[in-house]
Structure formats: C-alpha cells, structure tokens
C-alpha cells in the first residue's frame, strides 16, 4: 500500500512530531495544477483550524424555527422563562418570518404549517400582541394552509400539556405499549430509535394528562378555520379496509378504555415506562442525546414528583441547555451535536488533501474516535443478539444508539490513519467490520440504527405523522457500508456484498439515481453510491453506468450541482436547486468514481469549486443538504460546505497524478462470518 505521502505535506516519521509544513505556491496561480495546490491548501488549513485540542471536530447543526418555538415554550412550563431568554429566542424566530406571514422549515422553502403554528403560538407565549402586525399575518397564513385541525401530532399534543386544547385533539400514545412482547408483530422495538427516544416519556405524559397552567393566554382558538371540528389527523380513509382505518379504530377503542376508571394494566405499564427511560437516560447525553428526548423526559420527571433542582432533573435539564448557541440579540438551538460524524468526514478529507497518514491531527482525530467506540450493548440487540458490540454513535455519548452510518464512515476514516498502536486499531476495526455484518437487513440492505425495522404499516398509526416511524434499509447507508467493507478489503463477491449490491438495484430509480435518506437528496444517494461501487469494483456494471449518465445529465450550467429538500415532496424537483459545495463535491465524488476525471462535467465541477472558495479556504452554503426527517425536518451541518469540497478536490488531484492512498488495515474477508437472515 501507499505510504499517504503528498507533495504539499511535510511526510514521513518526522511528521508525527511537527507541524504540517505546506509547499510555497505561487500567489495567483495559474495552472490548474497550482489551482488545485492552492485551494486544497486553504481548505485543509481551514480544516485544521477548526479541529479542537481533544482531536475532534464538530460543526453547528442548524435546524428550522420549530426548535426555538418549542424552547420558549419548555422554558415556560418549567418556569424558567428568563426574560432576556426568551427575548433572544423570539427575536430568532420573528427574524425568519417569511414575507407571505408563515415560516418554512428549509432555506428558501415556501412556508409550513406545522413550523408556523408552533411559531405563533411561541410568539404569543413571549409576550407578542396577536393584534400585532405580523401575528395577524402569522394567523392568516395558518388559516390559509388549513389551520390548527390539520397540524401533526406533535403540535397538538405540546397544546394539550398546557390547556390549549383538549386530549381529544391528540392521538392516544398508550403506555401499554411497553407491555407488548418483542416477538409480537406491534412492539416498541418495531418503531425506528428516534421515535422510541421521544414517544415513551410522551406515553407517560398521555397517561398522566398533566395540565401545567402558565401565566398568559394560551387559547389558540383563533387559529382554527372551523372551530371545534376535529383534527384531520382522524379523518377516515376512502378505502374502508386499510391500516389508516383500523388505527383510527384503535385509536378510538383505546381512548374508551383511557376513560375507565379501572385500568388493570395502566400502572404496570407506566412503571415499565419511566424505568426504560431512566435506563436510557444513562450512558447518554441525555434521553436518545436528542431535543425531543431532552424535552418529554424532562416533562415527565416533572410530571412525575422530580423537583427541578434534583439531581436526575437537573442534568437532563443541562444536557438540554448544551444546545445553545447564544449570540448578541439571538438565541438558536441545535436538535443535537455530530462530533463523531464530523471528525470521520473531516479526517477523510484531510487524508485525501495529502496530509500523511501519521500527522499529528489525523493521529490525534482517530484516538479521539477509537475512545468514542461503543462496547456496550443497546437497542440494537433487541433484534441482533448474537453481535459482540463495535459501533459508533453520532453524538459524544449515546451508547444505547451506535449507527451504522456513522460507524461506516469512521472505519473508512480509520483506514487513512497510521495509528502507532496498531493492536489497538485493528482491534477497534474488526469489532467495527463485526457490528456492521451483524446488522445487514434481510432485504440485503443496511438502516441507520436497527436491523430490520421495516414494517411499514406502522406508519399509518395517527401519531407517525413525523414521516419516521420506522428504520427501513436505505441506499445511502448501504453505501456507507459497502464502501468501509471494501475498502478494508471485504471484495465484491462476499455474501453480505453481493446481497447488498442486489439491494441498490431494487432500490434504484428507473432514471438511475437514488434517493438519499439522510442527505439532500437524489444527489447525495447517486454520488455515495458510485463512490461505494468504485471501492468495490463494480462501476463498470450497467446499474452503476446509468447513475453516472444521470449525474451527469442534472449538472447546472454553472458547473456545480444542486437539489432543494422540495425533492422529498416531489419527485419531479430532483437534481433542481442553486449549486452549493456540499452536493458539487458529493456529485464530483460520485462522477470520478464512474469514469474519467478528464471529463468536460467533472471539469466544470471542479471549477466550480475552485472559483468559490473564500479567501481563508472555506465555502459559504445557505442551504440544508442534510436530512432529519424527509418532508418534516432539515438539517444544515455547517462544515458541510468545508469538508466536502476539500475531500473532492483532494481526491481529484490524487486520480490526475495517479497517486494511491494509504490503508492502515487489509483484511481477510475469510475471517468475517457471511451471516444469512
């Protein structure tokens, strides 16, 4: 294998006790050779930058208003609504107003009614008049996309906690849920982590019905468009025989037996219910390290006897707090943190802009990750029992949830490190290989957090209007994991490889490409696809041809690449948006991967690239090209623009000048077990 040694980059031994020691380029380059050398060199030094003491990156993750206005109102019902706070937090949200009254849940999206109500009514716990001019446009735009009969659950189910609207109006989360054995067909372990992490404590909450009464008016009858009528959410289906109906129908019965003053199974199954969360409140940031976690359990220990100030409370109230980025006269929330996510991607690229495989910050980084791996068990083995644990979690802690994504993209990075305790690295590598074989689907195909968590009736129960009631396997993820595999020397024809190249068959759209799950969109699955078949060898096969004509079908005209999140809603707005770096690097990576770098549309690309970094080697991008839920939440991962760029760039420069990468481990595939489900 290559020893990672770049032209620009001080190499050898030497170079894991200095600095790195970049090659003087000329001022104003010309060549594109000097182009290249110029802007990888600011960006993997802008990368450098960022990297903290510890040996971690982590970037802001930057969501929709829904956040703040649900903020604002949590600090409120704890009592805790300072009111420089929430001064701050109200500017956020006003700030972003579209000009049509509503607010969208993505950069230049159209407004949304869900982010819009919980604006409102955010708004008008802050102390906003609702005679005030953009409250009375905030509430005509409501009117307009349906009022509050038509917003999601979750909206309606935060009004009800506080009296601004009856229990009648939210869908039924029983706790007795809990109390359903996991080989039953309908079980909590059959809804996807996230919803797990946050509709447990909200099946306390239901049960329980606290009404915390706060200091000002929370009627919210004015945003109705027919007052009084029911929510849409229990609207029947036309087809009299489908799952809609029989959950509305459950839905129905249960709230019958919820009226019963004799409910045999009720304090079993809340007992059962706190006990889950308290145990997944430990080893964790807090409960599932996500804000909805964060917030419902925090409700239920209040709910439930827990003083603020109690130990218990107060952390979850802590861990929640971390989210905060305050600035002069503005207050926004982060829905998480991605330290781990970060630091595999930006290792990545530093690796690929020539940075040796033993500099210091590519050493420190994977100590850093190889502390971060996960040995203790999880949900996961609810459903992969036999599995030694190995993987990697998205956020600093969150042990009961490795993900299989972030753990591919962690061994990929591991790979480019020349990490001095060798025992320890291969050690951490095959523990890693292991979980991820264990958690290959039956259908060939890899989720996020479970192994088969496809049933995809269960997504018509009235509380999965969140669009992720389950973890099915997706493109992107299965191509994570091809490309780790692959690349540490699992080849083409191993059983769990030839299952999942079947699986992106079936997956692909006729046109070629595929949707991506976690990254916006089309764009994003095309490219990590064909990176993945190149580390396999396959991209010479039809399937892997016809994704490349497509990307290179859907190239703007000013050389870059681009898709807003409307592409979720409608499939017809795919590859369609501005160019930005992230999804430029991600098609440049996927195009590179399928042919030759001399072409016209990959050319185009890297000049894209290269004509719009800033002067201290970063990119600006405005637009989410992340995804939490598709149709319902973005995210915007601020080194996105950054990180991907200089991976792009760094890999191009390599394929020109023909240069190998280094690989710290090569397996043999015989010692991997071909597991069949």
Known sequence: MATGTRLEWESGRNASRTAARPVRIASDPSTITERL????????????????????????????????????????????????????????????????????????????????????????????????????????????MGGLESTNSYVRFNMALVGALGWDMTPAIPPELMLFPNWFNFNIYEMSSWTRGFLVPMSILYAIKPRWTLSMDVSVEELFVKPGRRAVAFDWDKQLVSWRNFFLMADRAYKIYDRLPWKP??????????????????????????????????????????????????????????????????????????????????????????????????????????????????????????AEPGGWAFEFRNDWYPDVDDTGFVLIALQRVDFPDRARMDEAIRRGVNWLLSMQNRDGGWGAFDRDNDKHFLTRIPFADHNAMIDPATADVTARVMEALARLGI????????????????????????????????????????????????????????????????????????????SY??????????????????????????????????????????????????????????????????????????????????????????RSEYHSVELDAADFRNRSN
């Open 265 to 386: 199974l009720r304090k079993r199954a809340l007992n059962q219910a706190k006990e889950w969360m308290l145990d997944h409140m430990e080893h964790s940031e807090g409960l599932a390290a996500i804000f909805p976690g964060f917030m419902n359990s925090t409700f239920v220990l209040m709910a439930t006897g827990h003083s603020l100030d109690e130990p218990i409370t107060a952390r979850e109230i802590a861990e929640f707090g971390k989210l905060e980025i305050e600035e002069a006269d503005t207050i926004r929330i982060q829905p998480c943190v991605s330290p781990v996510w970060d630091t595999a991607i930006a290792l990545t690229a530093l690796a690929e802009a020539g940075l040796p495989a033993n500099h210091p910050a590519l050493i420190k980084a994977a100590n850093w990750m190889l502390e971060k791996q996960i040995t203790n068990g999880g949900d996961w083995q609810i459903k992969n029992r036999d």
């Open 37 to 144: 050398a110029h802007v990888i060199e600011r960006g993997a030094q802008h990368l450098l930058a960022l990297q903290t003491a510890d040996g971690y990156w982590v970037g802001e993750l930057e969501a929709d208003t829904t956040l703040e206005s649900d903020y604002i109102y949590y600090l409120n019902v704890l009592g805790r609504a300072e009111p420089e706070r929430i001064s701050k937090l109200a500017n956020y949200v006003r700030q972003r107003q579209l000009q049509d009254g509503g607010w969208n849940t993505y950069f230049g999206g159209p407004s949304e009614l869900n982010a819009t109500v919980k604006a409102y009514f955010a708004l008008k716990i802050a102390g906003d008049s609702i005679q005030a001019l953009h409250m009375l446009r905030a509430k005509a735009r409501i009117h307009a």
């Open 491 to 566: 080849p083409s024809n191993h059983a769990a490889m030839k299952r999942a190249e079947e699986f992106l068959k079936r997956d692909q759209r006729p046109d070629g490409s595929w949707y991506g799950r976690w990254g916006v969109n089309y764009i994003y699955g095309t490219g990590g696809v064909l990176r993945a078949l190149e580390a396999a060898g396959m991209t010479g096969r039809e399937f892997a041809r016809r994704a490349a004509a497509w990307l290179r079908a859907v190239q703007n005209p000013d050389g870059g690449y681009g898709e807003t999140c409307a």
């Open 569 to 658: 809603d409608d499939e017809s707005q795919k590859a369609i948006g501005k160019s930005t770096p992230s999804q430029t690097a991600w098609a440049l990576i996927g195009l590179m991967a399928a042919g030759d770098e001399k072409e016209v549309c990959v050319e185009r690309a890297v000049d894209f690239l290269l004509t719009r970094q800033n002067a201290d080697g970063s990119w600006d991008e405005n637009e989410p090209t992340g995804t939490g839920f598709p149709r319902v939440f973005y995210l915007k991962y601020h080194l996105y623009r950054n990180s991907f760029p200089v991976y792009a760039l760094g890999r191009y420069r390599n394929i020109l000048e023909g």
